[in-house]
């Protein structure tokens, strides 16, 4: 199996898509440029379990299975130090989607996340990940 199909393959097994939030729960960050610095920071590192319970509004996945994959990403992934916007899109006042893209050589990771801003902070209302482009598709 060529390396990429592995790794989206490994990705998409890790972090399935989260359920639907739960207002008490939100991930919660002062501003969009905090949220995308943390995102970043953490993607960089490949810290995927830091990832799933920053981001994630109630997980669907136990973090010991997310550790557990992670542990075989880290392997196959490179670092993953060039990150783009591929897609960002304005639902509404204060609601914005965007789909971001990491990658090191030919390996790459995509991330959905979907937010609104608040007077309390920005929330995070969905958040998914994926090594396959395709994925990008069913996001939109």
């Known amino acids: 199996m060529p390396r990429h199909l592995a790794i989206a393959l490994l990705i998409s097994l890790a972090l399935p898509a989260t359920a ?3 207002e008490a729960g939100l991930p919660t960050f002062d501003s969009a440029p905090d ?3 943390e995102l970043d ?3 960089e590192a490949r810290d995927f379990v830091a990832v799933v319970q920053r ?3 109630p997980a669907t996945m136990s973090l010991g299975r997310v550790r557990m994959l992670e542990d075989r990403l880290k392997t196959s992934l490179g670092p993953l130090d ?3 916007d591929l897609i960002v899109t304005e639902l509404a006042p204060g609601v914005t989607r965007q789909v971001v893209a990491y990658w ?3 390996t790459y990771a995509y991330v959905y996340v979907l937010v609104h801003a608040r007077a309390d902070g920005l929330k995070v209302l969905d958040f998914q990940i994926s090594g396959d482009i395709r994925q990008i598709k069913e996001w939109w």
Do not use: K, V
Request: positive net charge; glycine residues 6%; proline residues 11%.
């Open 55 to 57: 981001f994630s509004p």
């Open 41 to 43: 920071r953490l993607m």
């Open 20 to 22: 639907p939030a739960q």
């Open 82 to 84: 060039n990150s783009a």
């Open 35 to 37: 949220m995308r610095a």
């Open 104 to 106: 090191n050589g030919d």
